[in-house]
């Protein structure tokens, strides 16, 4: 047995490496591959090193045992499915290598060198390194287009961020189904160009040498600046403590000395941080829940310091055209969980930004201000940050929600950026179809972004939000080309209306939640058309059951009542496509949605029982069903924003949204029937 994944056989992963992070990149693919019979291979030549790392890893299977995070079963297969060995030879016939070895050039290139001979030319072979180039670490390779590095991030197995890394060489598509596969696995992958330090860890280190900095200058010690850099920075620890989590990793010290030469000048390793490696000490931090006092002036001084060191040296990496300001957001964000630099300075003011920066060069002239920033400081207007992606693959244009963060939740600015991509869809001739998918292999789209409705106080603001969701789906019903819903995962809600107004869907095979309108959970009608377009697709007698008792039906169930028209063994997109094309070409033809009356309206709906939900809410339900039955669609949706907004002149609407704001989507909201 093996895992398939885009037509190529992943049976056999091997990790180089049983030191820190290759026993827990190990547990990443076990977690996710041993189902499918994928053995994972980790070799080290160091006995002790295996021994530790195989105990580390069987530590925390059987805490996720316990915890209830695996199953009993999953514990044993995961433990089955990783061997621990000191015979490189065990590598033989491995689809993928993630050498994980410690960052020491000479080293990787002699792994590379002895792991070719091993494995197929057509092996994956990749090096998990923080800092070093690709086309460092593979130059002495005979087949460097299968190569590339990735950069996990602590604790491998959970944190989902991950720098992808091509080399020169690396073969496009290689890369291009090493990102989906990480995707597809859980990962938030990143493209980062091949630069050393890649993008995240200058963020990581510089910091620490910007927290040092103010440290010398005098404007406080190592606990105040530590204190000062997570209020002002958004980070949960300060630099010094994370350094310090790091067992006082000599490897920050190094990239630092490294980086003089290979960035810029500002970067240098700080005497204090000389001391601390070669003394092999900890840096002194704040105890957990001190409370460390900071003179205003001076807390105003680093704030500036270590914002205009932030900002500096993430602007400096897009003049190095390296990484995009969205995709370095995101990586930011989930691999350090900090305030994500570009919004963070939207949110301060583009001119101020500019100013910090300016004020921290001038005072380091070594750090320069980029260009980039100084351009979007003179266009006066904020970084875009963009939440939904698009891509043209010769004839189709393909259009990616991703907001991972928020199970990729449709929020007032996504509907914004939706629009502009149905603009390029519509008008390029080029562009013969379309797919929109959801980032990440949980979600298409959990729904409307709820923390936004919340904050709705007015029926007015509700349905104008109704009005502008359904134009979206309006829009992409009307681009006179097909466009393909992919659906990666759940589609909830306005996801699921989303793809209600694409011609067609495609959904993973076995998924046992797919679609759903759980609306009624939340004290809301569906708003997005779902009144509409779901009986108009499936029928009102299924429909109604999923509106009024917010049941979501699995992907089988969704191909039997025709909400979509096809499962996917693995990656959607690829099928996804397929049908797109077929559908433009004329080959095959799917159901249209009736936009006019419905010819034999019903008067009612079958009964059903709704249980908890608001009874108030379930008669405006019914309302917008019945009475858009037998209205134009156009009418229809118009009517069920009217409906929507009179929601909010329930006292069930703002006890539904508030119970998931406040208790989280599992509460359930008790609702008073008004
Ligand atoms: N809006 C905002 N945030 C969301 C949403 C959402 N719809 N769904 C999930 N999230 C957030 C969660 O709050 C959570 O954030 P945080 O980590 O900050 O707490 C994060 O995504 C992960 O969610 P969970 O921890 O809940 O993940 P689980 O795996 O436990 O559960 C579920 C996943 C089942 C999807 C669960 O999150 C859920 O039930 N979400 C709500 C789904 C829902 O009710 N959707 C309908 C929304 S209403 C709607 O779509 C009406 C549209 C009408 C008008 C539209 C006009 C544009």
Redesign the pocket.
């Given at each position: 047995m093996a895992f398939l994944f885009r037509d190529c056989s992943i049976a056999k992963v091997g990790i180089i490496g049983s030191g820190q992070i290759g026993p827990d990149i190990a547990l990443h693919f076990v977690k996710a591959l041993h189902k499918h019979g994928t053995v994972v291979v980790v070799v080290d030549v160091s006995e002790d090193a295996l021994a530790k790392g195989k105990a580390k890893l069987h530590k925390k299977i059987d805490k996720g045992g316990q915890s209830g995070a695996f199953k009993p079963d999953d514990v044993e297969g995961m433990k089955s499915h990783v061997i621990f060995t000191s015979d490189y030879d065990q590598l033989k016939g491995a689809d993928l290598i993630v050498e994980a070895a410690t960052e020491d050039l000479p080293l990787k290139k002699r792994i590379f060198k002895q792991v070719e001979s091993l494995v197929s030319p057509q092996a994956i072979i990749t090096s998990n390194s923080s800092h070093l180039e690709p086309e460092r670490i593979f130059e002495d390779m005979e087949h460097k287009a299968r190569t590339l590095c990735t950069h996990y991030f602590f604790p491998a197995e959970r944190n989902q961020a991950i720098e992808i890394i091509p080399g020169k060489d690396t073969d496009e598509k290689v890369f291009e189904f090493v990102m989906r596969f990480y995707e597809y696995l859980g990962k938030i992958p990143v493209r980062v160009g091949s630069r050393y330090g890649y993008a995240v860890d200058p963020v990581f280190e510089g910091l620490l040498l910007a927290a040092v900095q103010c440290v010398d200058a005098g404007l406080g010690d190592t606990k105040q600046v530590d204190t000062v850099a997570s209020k002002c920075l958004g980070l949960t620890v300060g630099p010094f403590t994370a350094h310090n989590l790091t067992g006082g990793n000599p490897i920050t010290a190094h990239g630092l000395s490294e980086m003089t030469e290979r960035l810029n000048p500002w970067f240098r390793v700080p005497d204090r941080l000389k001391t601390i490696v070669e003394t092999n000490t900890f840096w002194e931090v704040p105890a957990r829940g001190e409370n460390v006092q900071v003179a205003p002036d001076k807390e105003k001084m680093i704030t500036e310091e270590l914002q205009g060191a932030y900002f500096a040296i993430v602007c400096d990496m897009l003049d190095a055209g390296i990484i995009n300001e969205s995709d370095f957001d995101l990586v930011i964000s989930v691999a350090l969980d900090m305030n994500p630099p570009f919004s963070f300075m939207n949110s301060l003011g583009i001119q101020k930004s500019f100013a910090l920066v300016e004020a921290f060069a001038k005072k380091y002239p070594d750090m320069p201000v980029s260009k980039r920033l100084r351009e979007q400081a003179a266009s006066g207007k904020p970084w875009q940050i963009l939440d939904v992606l698009f891509e043209k693959k010769a004839d189709v244009g393909i259009i990616t929600i991703r907001r991972p963060?928020?199970?990729n939740?449709?929020n007032s600015k996504v509907?914004e950026q939706l629009r502009d991509y149905c603009e390029i869809i519509k008008n390029d001739p080029e562009i013969k179809c379309a797919v929109i998918t959801g980032y990440g292999n949980?979600?298409f789209v959990?729904?409307?972004?709820?923390?936004e409705?919340s904050g709705f106080t007015q029926p007015a603001q509700a349905e104008a939000?109704?009005l502008?969701?359904q134009a979206i789906t309006s829009e992409l019903e009307n681009t006179g080309k097909p466009i393909v819903a992919a659906l990666n995962g759940?589609a909830?809600?306005?996801?699921c209306?989303l793809a209600l107004s694409c011609t067609a869907r495609v959904a993973p095979k076995g998924l046992r939640v797919l679609a759903g309108q759980?609306?009624i959970?939340?004290g809301?009608i569906?708003?997005?058309g779902g009144t509409q377009r779901l009986p108009r697709l499936i029928g009102f007698e299924k429909a109604s059951e999923l509106i009024r008792t917010a049941n979501p039906v699995s992907s089988k169930d969704a191909l039997a009542c025709g909400l979509i028209n096809a499962e996917a063994q693995d990656d959607v997109l690829v099928p996804a496509i397929d049908l797109a094309r077929k559908i433009a070409s004329g080959e095959t033809k799917v159901k249209v949605i009736e936009k006019g009356p419905i010819a034999d309206a019903p008067t009612s709906l079958p009964a059903v029982d709704i249980g908890y939900h608001s009874k108030a809410i379930d008669a405006l339900c019914v309302k917008a069903i019945l009475e858009g039955a037998k209205m134009t669609l156009k009418d229809g949706l118009a009517n069920e924003a009217k409906l929507?907004g009179e929601c909010w002149n329930t006292e069930d609407t703002k006890i539904g949204l508030q119970t998931?704001v406040t208790k989280?989507?599992?509460a359930k909201a008790e609702f008073v029937h008004r």
């Amino acid at each position: 047995m093996a895992f398939l994944f885009r037509d190529c056989s992943i049976a056999k992963v091997g990790i180089i490496g049983s030191g820190q992070i290759g026993p827990d990149i190990a547990l990443h693919f076990v977690k996710a591959l041993h189902k499918h019979g994928t053995v994972v291979v980790v070799v080290d030549v160091s006995e002790d090193a295996l021994a530790k790392g195989k105990a580390k890893l069987h530590k925390k299977i059987d805490k996720g045992g316990q915890s209830g995070a695996f199953k009993p079963d999953d514990v044993e297969g995961m433990k089955s499915h990783v061997i621990f060995t000191s015979d490189y030879d065990q590598l033989k016939g491995a689809d993928l290598i993630v050498e994980a070895a410690t960052e020491d050039l000479p080293l990787k290139k002699r792994i590379f060198k002895q792991v070719e001979s091993l494995v197929s030319p057509q092996a994956i072979i990749t090096s998990n390194s923080s800092h070093l180039e690709p086309e460092r670490i593979f130059e002495d390779m005979e087949h460097k287009a299968r190569t590339l590095c990735t950069h996990y991030f602590f604790p491998a197995e959970r944190n989902q961020a991950i720098e992808i890394i091509p080399g020169k060489d690396t073969d496009e598509k290689v890369f291009e189904f090493v990102m989906r596969f990480y995707e597809y696995l859980g990962k938030i992958p990143v493209r980062v160009g091949s630069r050393y330090g890649y993008a995240v860890d200058p963020v990581f280190e510089g910091l620490l040498l910007a927290a040092v900095q103010c440290v010398d200058a005098g404007l406080g010690d190592t606990k105040q600046v530590d204190t000062v850099a997570s209020k002002c920075l958004g980070l949960t620890v300060g630099p010094f403590t994370a350094h310090n989590l790091t067992g006082g990793n000599p490897i920050t010290a190094h990239g630092l000395s490294e980086m003089t030469e290979r960035l810029n000048p500002w970067f240098r390793v700080p005497d204090r941080l000389k001391t601390i490696v070669e003394t092999n000490t900890f840096w002194e931090v704040p105890a957990r829940g001190e409370n460390v006092q900071v003179a205003p002036d001076k807390e105003k001084m680093i704030t500036e310091e270590l914002q205009g060191a932030y900002f500096a040296i993430v602007c400096d990496m897009l003049d190095a055209g390296i990484i995009n300001e969205s995709d370095f957001d995101l990586v930011i964000s989930v691999a350090l969980d900090m305030n994500p630099p570009f919004s963070f300075m939207n949110s301060l003011g583009i001119q101020k930004s500019f100013a910090l920066v300016e004020a921290f060069a001038k005072k380091y002239p070594d750090m320069p201000v980029s260009k980039r920033l100084r351009e979007q400081a003179a266009s006066g207007k904020p970084w875009q940050i963009l939440d939904v992606l698009f891509e043209k693959k010769a004839d189709v244009g393909i259009i990616t929600i991703r907001r991972p963060k928020a199970l990729n939740a449709i929020n007032s600015k996504v509907i914004e950026q939706l629009r502009d991509y149905c603009e390029i869809i519509k008008n390029d001739p080029e562009i013969k179809c379309a797919v929109i998918t959801g980032y990440g292999n949980k979600a298409f789209v959990a729904g409307a972004d709820i923390k936004e409705m919340s904050g709705f106080t007015q029926p007015a603001q509700a349905e104008a939000f109704a009005l502008r969701g359904q134009a979206i789906t309006s829009e992409l019903e009307n681009t006179g080309k097909p466009i393909v819903a992919a659906l990666n995962g759940l589609a909830f809600g306005g996801g699921c209306k989303l793809a209600l107004s694409c011609t067609a869907r495609v959904a993973p095979k076995g998924l046992r939640v797919l679609a759903g309108q759980p609306e009624i959970n939340l004290g809301l009608i569906p708003g997005m058309g779902g009144t509409q377009r779901l009986p108009r697709l499936i029928g009102f007698e299924k429909a109604s059951e999923l509106i009024r008792t917010a049941n979501p039906v699995s992907s089988k169930d969704a191909l039997a009542c025709g909400l979509i028209n096809a499962e996917a063994q693995d990656d959607v997109l690829v099928p996804a496509i397929d049908l797109a094309r077929k559908i433009a070409s004329g080959e095959t033809k799917v159901k249209v949605i009736e936009k006019g009356p419905i010819a034999d309206a019903p008067t009612s709906l079958p009964a059903v029982d709704i249980g908890y939900h608001s009874k108030a809410i379930d008669a405006l339900c019914v309302k917008a069903i019945l009475e858009g039955a037998k209205m134009t669609l156009k009418d229809g949706l118009a009517n069920e924003a009217k409906l929507f907004g009179e929601c909010w002149n329930t006292e069930d609407t703002k006890i539904g949204l508030q119970t998931f704001v406040t208790k989280g989507a599992k509460a359930k909201a008790e609702f008073v029937h008004r």
